[in-house]
Protein backbone atom coordinates (compact mmCIF):
# COMPACT_ATOMS: atom_id res chain seq x y z
CA UNK A 1 0.00 0.00 0.00
CA UNK A 2 1.22 3.40 -1.40
CA UNK A 3 2.09 5.64 1.85
CA UNK A 4 0.15 8.80 1.91
CA UNK A 5 1.88 12.50 2.36
CA UNK A 6 0.30 13.67 5.99
CA UNK A 7 -0.37 17.16 4.11
CA UNK A 8 -1.82 15.30 1.20
CA UNK A 9 -3.94 13.57 3.87
CA UNK A 10 -4.83 17.04 5.52
CA UNK A 11 -5.98 17.89 2.21
CA UNK A 12 -8.36 15.42 1.73
CA UNK A 13 -9.66 15.45 4.73
CA UNK A 14 -10.61 18.94 4.34
CA UNK A 15 -12.12 18.23 0.85
CA UNK A 16 -14.00 15.12 2.28
CA UNK A 17 -15.60 17.15 5.66
CA UNK A 18 -16.55 20.19 2.53
CA UNK A 19 -18.38 17.77 0.55
CA UNK A 20 -20.06 16.35 2.96
CA UNK A 21 -21.52 19.36 3.95
CA UNK A 22 -22.40 20.19 0.52
CA UNK A 23 -24.63 16.59 0.48
CA UNK A 24 -25.87 17.44 3.27
CA UNK A 25 -27.47 20.67 2.41
CA UNK A 26 -28.41 18.77 -0.84
CA UNK A 27 -30.42 16.50 0.62
CA UNK A 28 -32.10 19.16 2.60
CA UNK A 29 -33.12 21.40 -0.72
CA UNK A 30 -34.09 17.97 -2.67
CA UNK A 31 -36.58 17.58 0.21
CA UNK A 32 -37.70 21.06 0.22
CA UNK A 33 -37.99 20.87 -3.56
CA UNK A 34 -39.91 17.48 -3.62
CA UNK A 35 -42.47 19.15 -0.93
CA UNK A 36 -43.30 22.57 -2.93
CA UNK A 37 -41.20 22.77 -6.47
CA UNK A 38 -42.22 26.72 -6.34
CA UNK A 39 -40.84 27.21 -3.34
CA UNK A 40 -39.28 30.87 -3.84
CA UNK A 41 -36.78 30.28 -0.46
CA UNK A 42 -35.36 26.45 -1.22
CA UNK A 43 -34.97 27.63 -5.62
CA UNK A 44 -32.74 30.27 -4.35
CA UNK A 45 -31.08 28.26 -2.00
CA UNK A 46 -30.56 25.94 -4.74
CA UNK A 47 -29.11 28.23 -7.21
CA UNK A 48 -26.49 29.51 -4.92
CA UNK A 49 -25.37 25.69 -3.61
CA UNK A 50 -25.38 24.65 -7.00
CA UNK A 51 -22.58 27.64 -7.38
CA UNK A 52 -20.60 26.19 -4.35
CA UNK A 53 -20.85 22.57 -5.98
CA UNK A 54 -19.60 24.04 -9.02
CA UNK A 55 -16.90 26.13 -7.40
CA UNK A 56 -15.64 22.90 -6.02
CA UNK A 57 -16.29 20.42 -8.57
CA UNK A 58 -13.93 22.77 -11.02
CA UNK A 59 -11.12 22.60 -8.01
CA UNK A 60 -11.48 18.72 -7.85
CA UNK A 61 -10.92 18.58 -11.36
CA UNK A 62 -8.50 20.64 -11.68
CA UNK A 63 -9.99 23.23 -13.90
CA UNK A 64 -9.97 20.96 -16.75
CA UNK A 65 -13.69 20.57 -18.43
CA UNK A 66 -13.01 17.10 -20.06
CA UNK A 67 -11.82 15.26 -16.36
CA UNK A 68 -14.66 12.98 -15.46
CA UNK A 69 -15.82 14.91 -12.23
CA UNK A 70 -16.48 18.27 -14.93
CA UNK A 71 -18.66 16.30 -17.01
CA UNK A 72 -20.40 14.38 -14.42
CA UNK A 73 -21.46 17.99 -13.42
CA UNK A 74 -22.52 19.54 -16.40
CA UNK A 75 -24.35 16.31 -17.42
CA UNK A 76 -26.43 16.37 -14.41
CA UNK A 77 -28.18 19.09 -15.74
CA UNK A 78 -29.34 17.88 -18.95
CA UNK A 79 -32.35 14.99 -19.33
CA UNK A 80 -31.21 13.47 -22.61
CA UNK A 81 -34.06 12.26 -25.47
CA UNK A 82 -34.41 8.94 -27.16
CA UNK A 83 -31.83 10.15 -29.70
CA UNK A 84 -29.40 11.00 -27.23
CA UNK A 85 -29.82 14.93 -27.67
CA UNK A 86 -29.79 17.22 -24.74
CA UNK A 87 -33.16 18.44 -23.98
CA UNK A 88 -34.81 20.25 -21.20
CA UNK A 89 -37.46 18.54 -18.77
CA UNK A 90 -35.30 17.48 -15.63
CA UNK A 91 -37.43 18.41 -12.25
CA UNK A 92 -34.98 20.50 -9.79
CA UNK A 93 -35.59 18.24 -7.26
CA UNK A 94 -33.70 15.51 -9.33
CA UNK A 95 -30.98 18.01 -10.93
CA UNK A 96 -29.85 17.97 -7.39
CA UNK A 97 -30.45 14.46 -6.63
CA UNK A 98 -28.04 13.99 -9.70
CA UNK A 99 -25.53 16.43 -8.40
CA UNK A 100 -25.47 14.46 -5.15
CA UNK A 101 -24.23 11.57 -6.77
CA UNK A 102 -22.06 13.00 -8.44
CA UNK A 103 -20.67 14.72 -5.28
CA UNK A 104 -20.68 11.43 -3.95
CA UNK A 105 -18.20 9.90 -6.58
CA UNK A 106 -15.71 12.34 -5.44
CA UNK A 107 -16.11 11.39 -2.11
CA UNK A 108 -15.61 8.20 -2.71
CA UNK A 109 -12.58 8.72 -4.72
CA UNK A 110 -10.89 10.82 -2.65
CA UNK A 111 -11.67 8.19 0.89
CA UNK A 112 -9.92 5.89 -1.85
CA UNK A 113 -6.95 7.91 -1.95
CA UNK A 114 -7.13 8.79 1.81
CA UNK A 115 -6.45 4.68 2.41
CA UNK A 116 -4.09 4.56 0.03
CA UNK A 117 -6.22 2.73 -3.20
CA UNK A 118 -5.68 5.31 -5.46
CA UNK A 119 -3.44 6.12 -8.21
CA UNK A 120 0.48 7.62 -6.21
CA UNK A 121 1.41 10.92 -6.85
CA UNK A 122 -2.52 11.72 -6.62
CA UNK A 123 -3.39 14.91 -5.63
CA UNK A 124 -6.90 16.29 -4.60
CA UNK A 125 -6.84 18.87 -6.92
CA UNK A 126 -7.46 16.60 -9.80
CA UNK A 127 -8.66 13.62 -8.03
CA UNK A 128 -6.27 11.19 -10.20
CA UNK A 129 -4.35 11.01 -12.98
CA UNK A 130 -7.05 9.43 -15.09
CA UNK A 131 -9.53 11.53 -16.95
CA UNK A 132 -11.49 8.30 -16.49
CA UNK A 133 -14.37 7.79 -14.29
CA UNK A 134 -13.53 5.44 -11.54
CA UNK A 135 -16.07 3.00 -10.71
CA UNK A 136 -18.75 4.75 -8.75
CA UNK A 137 -18.91 3.09 -4.97
CA UNK A 138 -22.91 3.72 -4.32
CA UNK A 139 -22.96 -0.20 -3.83
CA UNK A 140 -20.33 -0.78 -1.33
CA UNK A 141 -22.61 -2.16 1.02
CA UNK A 142 -23.21 -5.28 -0.83
CA UNK A 143 -22.23 -7.90 1.18
CA UNK A 144 -21.49 -10.53 -2.30
CA UNK A 145 -18.84 -8.56 -4.34
CA UNK A 146 -19.80 -10.36 -7.09
CA UNK A 147 -23.23 -8.24 -7.12
CA UNK A 148 -21.64 -4.92 -6.97
CA UNK A 149 -20.46 -4.13 -10.66
CA UNK A 150 -23.74 -5.66 -11.76
CA UNK A 151 -26.33 -3.51 -9.24
CA UNK A 152 -24.36 -0.70 -10.38
CA UNK A 153 -24.69 -0.66 -13.86
CA UNK A 154 -28.58 -1.40 -13.28
CA UNK A 155 -28.73 1.50 -11.26
CA UNK A 156 -26.92 4.03 -14.23
CA UNK A 157 -29.48 1.42 -17.01
CA UNK A 158 -32.45 2.90 -14.43
CA UNK A 159 -31.36 6.53 -14.40
CA UNK A 160 -31.21 6.59 -18.07
CA UNK A 161 -34.41 5.11 -18.43
CA UNK A 162 -36.29 7.57 -16.36
CA UNK A 163 -34.30 10.31 -18.62
CA UNK A 164 -35.00 9.20 -21.68
CA UNK A 165 -38.79 8.61 -20.69
CA UNK A 166 -39.42 4.72 -20.53
CA UNK A 167 -40.73 4.70 -17.29
CA UNK A 168 -41.75 0.97 -16.76
CA UNK A 169 -38.44 -0.18 -17.94
CA UNK A 170 -36.93 2.13 -15.09
CA UNK A 171 -39.26 0.95 -13.08
CA UNK A 172 -38.49 -2.59 -13.63
CA UNK A 173 -34.53 -2.33 -13.33
CA UNK A 174 -34.75 0.14 -9.87
CA UNK A 175 -37.24 -2.58 -8.10
CA UNK A 176 -34.81 -5.23 -9.49
CA UNK A 177 -31.64 -3.47 -7.92
CA UNK A 178 -34.34 -2.75 -4.53
CA UNK A 179 -34.74 -6.67 -4.25
CA UNK A 180 -30.88 -7.49 -4.59
CA UNK A 181 -29.79 -5.19 -1.94
CA UNK A 182 -32.17 -6.26 0.05
CA UNK A 183 -32.11 -9.66 -0.17
CA UNK A 184 -28.04 -9.50 -0.11
CA UNK A 185 -28.74 -8.30 3.26
CA UNK A 186 -31.35 -10.73 4.42
CA UNK A 187 -29.00 -13.37 3.44
CA UNK A 188 -26.41 -11.95 5.49
CA UNK A 189 -28.23 -11.85 8.39
CA UNK A 190 -29.20 -15.41 8.08
CA UNK A 191 -32.03 -17.32 8.45
CA UNK A 192 -32.14 -18.21 12.39
CA UNK A 193 -31.82 -14.02 13.12
CA UNK A 194 -34.37 -13.11 10.93
CA UNK A 195 -36.34 -16.13 12.19
CA UNK A 196 -36.09 -14.49 15.95
CA UNK A 197 -37.29 -11.21 14.65
CA UNK A 198 -40.94 -13.00 13.20
CA UNK A 199 -39.76 -14.21 9.71
CA UNK A 200 -41.87 -17.12 7.95
CA UNK A 201 -39.86 -20.38 7.74
CA UNK A 202 -39.06 -20.68 3.95
CA UNK A 203 -35.43 -20.77 1.41
CA UNK A 204 -35.14 -16.23 1.32
CA UNK A 205 -34.92 -16.96 -2.46
CA UNK A 206 -38.90 -18.61 -2.49
CA UNK A 207 -40.31 -15.19 -0.46
CA UNK A 208 -41.91 -12.75 -2.66
CA UNK A 209 -40.81 -8.99 -3.19
CA UNK A 210 -43.41 -8.36 -1.01
CA UNK A 211 -42.42 -10.19 1.51
CA UNK A 212 -38.30 -9.79 1.42
CA UNK A 213 -39.01 -6.08 2.11
CA UNK A 214 -41.65 -6.82 5.16
CA UNK A 215 -38.87 -9.40 6.96
CA UNK A 216 -36.11 -6.70 5.84
CA UNK A 217 -38.37 -3.80 7.72
CA UNK A 218 -38.95 -6.24 10.41
CA UNK A 219 -35.48 -7.10 11.14
CA UNK A 220 -34.31 -3.61 11.82
CA UNK A 221 -32.51 -3.92 8.37
CA UNK A 222 -34.52 -1.09 6.70
CA UNK A 223 -36.88 1.04 7.77
CA UNK A 224 -40.51 2.05 6.40
CA UNK A 225 -39.68 3.79 3.50
CA UNK A 226 -40.83 1.08 1.12
CA UNK A 227 -44.26 2.07 2.55
CA UNK A 228 -44.10 5.07 -0.49
CA UNK A 229 -43.58 1.97 -3.25
CA UNK A 230 -46.55 2.50 -5.51
CA UNK A 231 -48.92 -0.36 -6.66
CA UNK A 232 -47.22 -1.48 -9.76
CA UNK A 233 -43.63 -1.19 -8.16
CA UNK A 234 -44.72 -3.73 -5.44
CA UNK A 235 -45.98 -6.05 -8.58
CA UNK A 236 -42.76 -5.48 -10.67
CA UNK A 237 -42.06 -9.33 -11.51
CA UNK A 238 -45.59 -9.40 -13.16
CA UNK A 239 -45.02 -6.62 -15.60
CA UNK A 240 -43.98 -7.58 -19.66
CA UNK A 241 -41.49 -5.63 -21.28
CA UNK A 242 -42.47 -7.78 -24.76
CA UNK A 243 -45.57 -6.93 -26.66
CA UNK A 244 -47.20 -10.53 -26.45
CA UNK A 245 -46.09 -12.65 -24.09
CA UNK A 246 -49.12 -12.82 -22.37
CA UNK A 247 -47.71 -10.72 -19.41
CA UNK A 248 -49.26 -7.76 -17.25
CA UNK A 249 -49.56 -4.55 -19.29
CA UNK A 250 -49.78 -2.13 -16.12
CA UNK A 251 -49.57 1.25 -16.64
CA UNK A 252 -46.14 2.81 -15.36
CA UNK A 253 -46.43 6.58 -14.99
CA UNK A 254 -43.30 8.93 -14.65
CA UNK A 255 -44.52 9.91 -11.03
CA UNK A 256 -44.14 5.74 -10.34
CA UNK A 257 -40.63 5.25 -11.78
CA UNK A 258 -39.74 8.60 -9.82
CA UNK A 259 -41.31 7.37 -6.97
CA UNK A 260 -39.42 4.08 -6.68
CA UNK A 261 -35.87 5.63 -7.76
CA UNK A 262 -37.09 7.62 -4.58
CA UNK A 263 -37.60 4.53 -2.33
CA UNK A 264 -34.27 2.97 -3.70
CA UNK A 265 -32.03 5.85 -2.53
CA UNK A 266 -33.90 5.76 1.06
CA UNK A 267 -33.12 2.22 1.31
CA UNK A 268 -29.77 2.41 -0.19
CA UNK A 269 -29.11 4.69 2.95
CA UNK A 270 -30.98 2.11 5.52
CA UNK A 271 -28.03 -0.36 4.24
CA UNK A 272 -25.25 2.18 4.36
CA UNK A 273 -25.80 4.63 7.08
CA UNK A 274 -22.57 6.19 6.17
CA UNK A 275 -23.74 7.40 2.65
Request: net charge neutral; with cysteine; hydrophobic share 40%.
Amino acid sequence: MPIIDESLRTQIGTYLSHLDGLIRRGRGLRDALAADPSNSSAIAATRAWQEDCGVTINQLSGGSKAHWLARSFSEAFLMRSAAGRAVEGASPAEIVTRLIDVLEQAVATLSGMSDGTSVSGASPASLSASQDAPPPRRFDFVHNPELRPIVEQAYIDSRRAFEQGHYDLALRTTCGILETVVTDALEHKGLSALAAAGASAGKIGDWSFNTRLAVAEKAGLIRNGCARLPAVARTYRDHSDADGDGGSKATVSERDARLAGQVLRVVMRDLDPGR
